[in-house]
Nanobody, 124 residues
């Protein structure tokens, strides 16, 4: 199983931007589909976006489409989440996750490896 470590979270004002990074180790990064999720207090973990192995196909949840952008650098074993036009409702712990499935999925259960999460807080 690949190990994942997120970074880049923090406190930002509404309308601002943050870039999250997720570094992978212990596996062949390019073998994994990658995704970003978030979880706010008292709520279920929410799918945000996923990217395929080569990085040329992505799929976004409606809640972040047009504001967030996922990318990956297989040479650096890292996936990124660029977040623009942040809103207070984006406040949550953000997780990256890896899936070894041969097809794309947005289900939490289809991602076998998870990072520890990074807190993003958007003030109004």
């Amino acid at each position: 199983q690949v190990q994942l470590v997120e970074s880049g979270g923090g406190l930002v004002q509404a309308g601002g931007s943050l870039r999250l990074s997720c570094a992978a180790s212990g596996g062949t990064f390019s073998n994994y589909r990658m995704g970003w999720f978030r979880q706010a207090p008292g709520r279920d973990r929410e799918f945000l976006v996923r990217i395929n192995r080569s990085g040329d196909m992505t799929y976004y949840a409606d809640s972040v489409k047009g504001r967030f952008t996922i990318s990956r650098d297989n040479a650096k074993n890292t996936v990124y989440l660029q977040m623009n036009s942040l809103k207070p409702e984006d406040t949550a712990v953000y997780y990256c996750a890896a899936s070894s499935l041969l097809y794309g999925s947005s289900r939490v259960a289809d991602f076998g490896s998870w990072g520890q999460g990074t807190q993003v807080t958007v003030s109004s």
